[in-house]
């Protein structure tokens, strides 16, 4: 069974499937057997970063089941054997009014394929197909620039994908279910009590499933005049959701990054040289420590 790193944001347009695409090549680079599947539901685009305009068979076909098997739509990268690519859907309302059963059905397929690490591309913002296809990850990455909108989204996003994890963690007790499935919770604290008064054990559930919460962070686009107080940001997610945040990496603002883009390439493969693609690989090395260590456990 793969490891499945999932990669997202609060806020569009700061470089998450760029990095996606970039990790994918350099993990398979160390040797992985890599799989990136695009999950950006309706909106999906990281087949173009490879020059993959048309791709032959998209996840569509194996939404709709005219292919049974997800890794029937495989699509190899040229330049890397290591590394295959699942493109994401069309932008239909069939795909982006996903049923429960199809998101089941996929996240399933997706546990089974043949490879070391599966790199999941998430579509941006905080809808439920987002966050749980980034809660059924067994490493949650996140990516934020230094702008405020975009750190407030990642709060955000973080802090309704701990919810999401408390509630999922109740779906097997009925009770608990009832008394939680209705409401529109706003904070993690909410949920706790709630979980409290409904099920005696039920807030120390609740506090067991968000400390086994670690997401991780990529600031990308930082500059000299751009800054982010990750410690604040960590000390306000530890005092009000309840999860530990890790920083990954830095990524620089680099030109060369919107080269590789418009040249339909990886900037790890385009312009290995380059200060973002130096950083892209130090994050690299340590997201493959992580997942050794996973699986040696």
Not at 250 to 269: G, K, N, T, W
């Amino acid at each position: 069974m793969p490891i499945i790193i999932s990669i997202a944001s609060g806020k569009g347009g700061v470089g998450k499937s760029v990095i996606a695409a970039n990790l994918a090549l350099l993990l398979a680079k160390q040797g992985k057997r890599v799989t990136l599947a695009d999950l950006d539901v309706g909106g999906s685009d990281i087949h173009i970063l490879f020059g993959h305009m048309n791709p032959p068979l998209t996840l569509t076909d194996f939404l709709s089941r005219r292919v049974e098997r997800l890794e029937d739509i495989l699509q190899a990268i040229p330049f890397h054997p290591g590394l295959t690519l699942i493109p994401g859907t069309g932008d239909t309302l069939a795909t982006a009014n996903m049923p429960y059963a199809k998101k089941k059905r996929l996240i399933r397929h997706l546990k089974d394929l043949p490879a070391d690490i599966v790199v999941v591309d998430i579509g941006a913002g905080t809808s439920y197909h987002a966050l749980d296809f980034f809660l059924m990850a067994d490493c949650h990455v996140t990516v934020a620039t230094p702008d405020p909108t975009s750190v407030l989204d990642l709060y955000r996003f973080i802090k309704l994908a701990a919810i999401r994890r408390v509630l999922s963690s109740f779906l097997a007790r009925d009770a608990m279910s009832d008394a939680l499935s209705d409401r529109d919770f706003c904070s993690v604290e909410e949920v706790l009590e709630v979980a409290g008064h409904t099920d005696e054990a039920g807030r120390a559930i609740a506090e067991t499933t968000l400390r086994t919460f670690h997401p991780a962070l990529i600031l990308n686009r930082l500059s000299g005049r751009s800054h982010v107080n990750v410690s604040a940001l960590k000390k306000l997610l530890a005092e009000y959701i309840g999860g530990q945040l890790t920083l990954l990496g830095e990524i620089p603002e680099d030109p060369s990054m919107e080269r590789a883009v418009r040249s339909f390439l990886p900037l790890a493969e385009y312009e290995p040289a380059s200060p973002a693609a130096a950083a892209l690989r130090a994050i690299a090395g340590r997201l493959a420590n992580h997942v050794g260590e996973m699986a040696e456990t």
